[in-house]
């Protein structure tokens, strides 16, 4: 198990990493003002692992309630937020009642924004069950529901206080899924950690074999690259948005789509591809860098082309974006492999010739 911190100042949280991590009940414990919490999960992690979370709390005094919600993107809503709301006020929770996510990104966000909320803020942890959430969502505090216009529109920067990051959870994910935390993965790479984009070039097979220490060295290291950018960059005034690459694109394709269609990392992976694409046609990054990143996504078996959903849908989707700046897109672009730049000033012409040169119509 290892621990690294997110430093904050008086909002500065430890994130452990490591097998057996749910069950670290004294942790939890150790960060309750009241022992009284309750799990926010869904359908399917539940049956999985709320009781390896449960059963030790218990042991350990605490009293818990559970909220089980539908699994899906397409219910990072407002009516299933709601539920958490009706739970908490039905049984009472108090201020200092904590709030613990246990599942993927989207059980994340919406409990991380629930606690946001709920009697103004009350203190929430994250446990999270995805490979996507321990590398990304369940640090740095962004918390959201989706919008039927937009991802991630309506939410909060919100704190947790402990994030469990319990490698054995993963063994239970499917591979589709696994595989869509990889493209967040790679994102830390390439944005600004050339040394580690080359350890995963080298290293894809074990990771994608779930060996359990590649799995270690890339979560760790991503949530170092995670923990220093919200540091340096907590509210994304300016380093923070680099680690959205590829997700203007993405966000597009998903919501496109319709939410759940394809999958968070998915859309990454080919958002990054166009905005790879762009970078070469801007002639920031060579042939071979672009083909290079290609080569990496695709051995993740990942998607390097998006839907055809017309570039005109598409730019009206990327406007919705929330680096908008007086009407003005930016887009996180590349100078490297690892290294990103955030860049207002790119012609529409530019950006829908990348995305049409990175649609496929299957
Ligand atoms: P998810 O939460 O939908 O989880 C993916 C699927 O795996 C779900 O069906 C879930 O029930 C299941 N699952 C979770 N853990 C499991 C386990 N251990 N075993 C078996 N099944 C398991 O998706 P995700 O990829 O974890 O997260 C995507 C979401 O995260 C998106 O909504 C995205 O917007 C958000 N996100 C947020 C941030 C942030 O900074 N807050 C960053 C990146 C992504
Ligand atoms: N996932 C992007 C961020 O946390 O800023």
């Known amino acids: 198990m290892q621990t690294l911190n997110v430093e904050l100042g008086d909002r500065s949280y430890p994130i452990v990493v490591g097998t057996g991590a749910i069950a670290r009940a004294d942790l ?6 009241q ?6 999960s869904n359908e399917t992690v539940a049956p999985l692992h709320l009781q390896s979370l449960k059963a030790p709390l218990a042991a350990a005094g605490v009293d818990t309630l559970e909220v089980i919600l539908p699994d899906g993107e397409e219910y ?13 006020l039905a049984h009472r929770c108090e201020r200092s009642t ?3 996510a246990l599942g993927g990104g989207v059980i994340g966000d919406m409990t991380g ?9 009350v203190p929430f942890i994250q446990v999270p069950t995805t490979l996507l959430a321990q590398v990304d969502s369940s640090v740095g505090g962004k918390t959201a529901i989706n919008h039927p216009l937009g991802k991630n529109m309506i939410g909060a920067f919100y704190q947790p206080q402990l994030v469990l990051a319990d490698t054995d959870t993963l063994a239970t994910l499917p591979d589709r899924e696994f595989r869509s935390g990889l493209a967040e993965v790679i994102k830390y790479g390439l944005i600004r950690d050339a040394e580690f984009l080359g350890w995963i070039e080298q290293n894809v097979d ?4 779930r060996d359990p220490e590649a799995l270690a060295h890339a979560i760790l290291r991503s949530c170092r690259n995670k923990a220093e950018v919200v540091a340096a960059d907590e509210r994304e005034s300016g380093e923070r948005a680099l680690l959205n690459l590829g997700h203007t694109f993405g966000h597009a394709i998903e919501t496109g789509c319709g939410y759940g269609v394809w999958l968070h990392g998915e859309a990454v992976a080919a958002g990054t591809l166009m905005a790879a694409e762009l970078s070469h046609r801007l002639g920031w990054i060579d042939a071979a860098t672009l083909q290079r990143i290609e080569a990496l996504f695709a051995r993740c078996a990942l998607p390097v082309h998006g839907p055809a959903l017309g570039v005109e849908r598409y730019l009206e989707l990327m ?4 680096k908008v700046q007086d009407g003005k897109l930016r887009l996180v672009l590349l100078k490297a492999a690892g290294r990103a730049v ?3 000033a790119v012609p529409a012409g530019d950006i829908g010739a990348a995305i049409e040169a990175r649609c496929r119509a299957d």
Do not use: E, M
């Open 28 to 33: 939890i414990a150790a960060a309750l003002p």
């Open 35 to 40: 022992p009284r919490a309750v799990i926010v």
């Open 76 to 88: 990072k809503d407002w009516p299933t937020l709601n539920r958490i709301f009706d739970a908490l």
């Open 98 to 100: 904590t709030l613990i």
């Open 113 to 121: 924004f629930a606690a946001a909320c709920y009697q103004r803020g």
């Open 206 to 209: 074990a990771l994608l074999a």
């Open 319 to 322: 406007a919705h974006d929330k």
């Open 342 to 344: 955030l860049s207002s």
